[in-house]
Nanobody, 115 residues
Framework: QVQLVESGGGLVQTGGSLRLSCAAS????????MGWFRQAPGKERELVAS??????YYANSVKGRFTISRDYAQNTLYLEMDSLKPEDTAVYYC??????????WGQGTLVTVSS
């Protein structure tokens, strides 16, 4: 059974940092793109960052502050979030093959940035 389990969310003050982790099990995803989406209250879900073996993508709103990485040996995806802002408050989801019909989603982890 394929499973993605996110962790690392929590409450942080403006300017603080958090590191999200996504542990994948049930299959190896080394040949697939992986990414992080987020959904804030009352807003649409948006792709924050994604990574393949050859490239990374960042939404303009997080460029220079967030860093996506993956440990292929551990089948784990990370999102290092620095200089956090209240507008970064959202549920963050780990996704395999984002923006495709075959996308696999984690259950989400809540990040709250207080002002």
């Amino acid at each position: 059974q394929v499973q993605l389990v996110e962790s690392g969310g929590g409450l942080v003050q403006t300017g603080g940092s958090l590191r999200l982790s996504c542990a994948a099990s049930g299959r190896t995803f080394s040949s697939y793109a992986m990414g992080w989406f987020r959904q804030a209250p009352g807003k649409e879900r948006e792709l924050v960052a994604s990574v393949t073996r050859g490239s990374t993508y960042y939404a303009n709103s997080v460029k220079g502050r967030f860093t996506i990485s993956r440990d292929y040996a551990q089948n784990t995806l990370y999102l290092e979030m620095d200089s956090l802002k209240p507008e970064d408050t959202a549920v963050y989801y780990c996704v395999v093959q984002p923006n495709t019909p075959s996308a696999i989603w984690g259950q989400g982890t809540l990040v709250t940035v207080s002002s």
